[in-house]
């Protein structure tokens, strides 16, 4: 049973070490999960799962998931083909307007290649 709750119009404040950014979006419930769901910069669909033990970015070139104190394999897609890396999530604090997430992306070989601090809120539009 797919229960879905009517997805409302939300304002979405992004922001990490590098970059601050706002979008509009919907967010929804569906099968336990807070789904938002909207447009990046590019114009490509982005949906974010946020569970009450992880998080999960769904997008067209990979999907991250962040899961407290575990790593993951991402699997990016370029031009240039298929790169893998792993991210480990090192904190995570999820409420009921967002989460963020402290985590580092190292290549297959265990090479750091990039640390992060995410923060993702939501609000009603």
């Not at 790169?83 to 070989?109: C, H, P, Q, W």
């Amino acid at each position: 049973l797919n229960q879905e709750i009517q997805a409302r119009p939300i304002r979405i404040s992004l922001s990490s070490f590098e970059e601050n950014h706002c979008y509009a979006g919907y967010v929804s419930q569906r099968e336990g999960e807070v789904v938002i769901s909207y447009l990046g910069e590019d114009q490509e669909p982005i949906e974010i799962l946020i569970k009450e033990n992880g998080v999960t970015i769904l997008r067209k070139s990979g999907n991250m998931n962040f899961s407290k104190d575990q790593e993951t394999a991402v699997h990016f897609q370029t031009p240039q083909g298929t790169l893998v890396f792993r991210v480990l999530t090192k904190k995570m604090f999820i409420n009921a307007k967002g989460f963020e997430i402290e985590y580092s992306l190292s290549d297959e070989y265990g090479n750091l290649a990039y640390e992060n601090h995410l923060k993702v809120e939501y609000t009603k539009e």
